[in-house]
């Protein structure tokens, strides 16, 4: 078995290492056809990503000695002490040079990159050329190291460590939970939609706050509400003792999030993966989550319907109140930037609006017009969306006072019920 089977997903980011870990085990094959050895590799992504886990597993899988870099000492100790790391590892070659935490190395900047500790590594490394010493080092954000450093030579191969999602979100929640006891009940799909874009940490800390909630309630099983009450608490900052009275300032609330979710549903169906009024910050005191997609950046129709679900909230609210909505500032913001980026940016309208360094007042102007006249069209269609699903609108906002949050197995549940396509 690999070491690299222990991780689950990152299939990409395995590959590339496992291709560089044989090198090291087995280099008189790559001799044979010329092949030097690289000098290190760099992976990079958010905290909690498992980067740390994938250099150890890169490191058992070689066999290789290691020596470990973290920042524990002051800046002209660890200096020292990065001197001392490559040479141990140069005399007791073949080793490995693990640098964790590398952008922690220095306060510097990715405008002040040529820190001490920085220019240390750099010329260790070069120092070690032709030793047998590997470097590899983890870093949250790589912009902050000095290009020099990161060239090919020094750290020939950049890997992305990404944030989970999908099936392999699914199978971390999976494994993370086998260590927990569960009921039958636990809808893995419906927990990976609403943990997407976090990270495995957030994953596995959530994981362990349901199993919290099981055991302070008495009970030898975690549920899928368990889960879901965690998800809230840790993801979505909800209160969970909230005390939600059924007033009208409440069930504006509640109408506003639930204009969100038609319109996205309506649009895009299954895009909804939680609806709630139970949230401690934003202007509307609720949250709507959607299911990312993958064409999202490059699709002009998927970044419209952003926009008409952006507005749903406020044409939800003055269809049925008939006043305006003050609770929809960062929705409003959200919508004005894409569409701005449509105008110019895109030239989606045509070249008149595109605006460059130095225009004139005419053409700035020209592309306000242009912005105002796109978002009243995008919130005219939002409008007529909702006044056609006014049935859809109306069982979303009551069962949205009744059970306060929404996953999407419940949004699916009431189209089902009212005659609506998945």
């Known amino acids: 078995m690999s070491e690299f089977d222990k991780i689950i997903g990152y299939g990409d980011a395995k590959l590339e290492l496992k291709r560089f870990c044989d090198v090291l085990k087995n280099p008189r094959k790559y001799e044979k056809l010329g092949v030097t050895m690289p000098s290190g590799i760099l992976l990079y992504g958010r905290p909690g990503v498992g980067k740390t886990m994938m250099a150890k ?37 073949p080793a490995i040079v693990f640098l964790d935490d590398m952008d922690k190395y220095a306060n510097e900047d990715r405008l002040h990159r040529d820190a001490e500790e920085y220019v240390s590594v750099q010329s260790c490394i070069d120092n070690c050329k032709g030793c047998n010493v590997f470097t590899i080092a983890t870093v949250n954000h790589r912009f902050d190291l000095p290009d020099s450093l990161l060239r090919v030579g020094r750290f020939d191969k950049l890997i992305e460590m990404g944030i989970p999602k999908g099936k392999d979100a699914e199978k971390i929640i999976e494994f993370y939970l086998k260590s927990k006891s569960t009921v039958g009940d636990i809808d893995l799909e419906e927990t990976a939609r609403l943990l997407e874009q976090h990270t495995c940490a ?22 899928q509400k368990d889960l879901i009450k965690a998800c809230m608490r840790m993801i979505f900052d909800a209160p969970e003792c909230i005390d ?111 605006v460059r360094e130095n225009s004139s ?62």
């Open 202 to 223: 957030e994953l596995e800390s959530v994981v362990n706050e349901a199993g919290i909630y099981a055991g302070f309630d008495g009970r030898d099983k975690i549920t």
């Open 361 to 422: 007042g005419y053409l700035l102007e020209k592309k306000d017009r242009m912005m105002a006249v796109e978002m009243d069209r995008y919130y005219a269609r939002t409008k007529k969306i909702l006044t056609e699903n006014r049935t859809f609108l109306e069982k979303m906002t009551n069962d949205l006072m009744d059970k306060k949050t929404l996953t999407y197995r419940d949004i699916q549940k009431i189209k089902a019920d009212i005659g609506i396509a998945a």
């Open 57 to 93: 597993c890169f490191i058992a899988e070689s066999g290789h000695k290691v020596f470990t870099l973290r920042k524990e000492k002051p800046d002209g100790d660890f200096v020292k002490e990065i001197k001392e790391v490559f040479e141990k590892a140069k005399a007791e070659a």
């Open 244 to 354: 939600i009275s059924d007033t009208v300032l409440t069930r504006k609330m509640a109408l506003h999030e639930a204009g969100h979710a038609v319109v996205a549903e309506i649009l895009e169906p299954g895009s909804v993966s939680l609806v709630s009024i139970c949230k401690y910050d934003g202007p509307a005191g609720g949250i709507t989550k959607y299911k990312l997609s993958d064409a999202y950046d490059y699709s002009k129709e998927l970044q419209e319907y952003a926009v008409m679900r952006g507005l749903g909230g406020k044409a939800a609210t003055e269809l049925v109140y008939g006043e305006t909505d003050t609770g929809c500032t960062a929705d409003l913001s959200e919508a004005y930037n894409i569409v701005s980026d449509f105008v110019d940016d895109h030239c989606a309208y045509g070249f008149d609006t595109f």
